[in-house]
């Protein structure tokens, strides 16, 4: 059974950083688009960034572009995002996701507040 777990969010203040992980297992990782998403409540969930198969064609949101790094390590089935210069409004629960896939992981919250 594919999963895929988020790990290290937690509470930073405005202007830290925070390394999001995400663990895959039971998945062929190194064959898919990776993609991280977050959401607030009442709100969609929205796009931050994006890495293909190989780790290129990196596609990140206006809001995190400069900010936030999205990397992958296919043989160790992990993606990451690093967060840096981090902002009140990146408050949100962070999932990651095998593109055009319903496989998600559970989330992991971000609380940027002083």
């Known amino acids: 059974q594919v999963q895929l777990v988020e790990s290290g969010g937690g509470l930073v203040q405005p202007g830290g950083s925070l390394r999001l992980s995400c663990a895959a297992s039971a998945l062929a990782f190194s064959r898919y688009v990776m993609r991280w998403y977050r959401q607030t409540p009442g709100k969609e969930r929205e796009l931050v960034a994006q890495?293909?198969?190989?780790?290129?064609?990196?596609y990140y949101a206006d809001s995190v572009k400069g900010r936030f790094t999205v990397s992958r390590d296919n043989a160790k089935s992990t993606l990451t995002l690093q967060m840096n210069s981090l902002k009140p409004e990146d408050t949100a629960v962070y999932y990651c996701?095998?593109?055009?896939?319903?496989?998600w992981g559970q989330g992991t919250q971000v609380t940027v507040s002083s």
């Open positions: 996701n095998a593109a055009f896939t319903n496989y």
């Open positions: 890495i293909n198969s190989v780790g290129g064609n990196i």
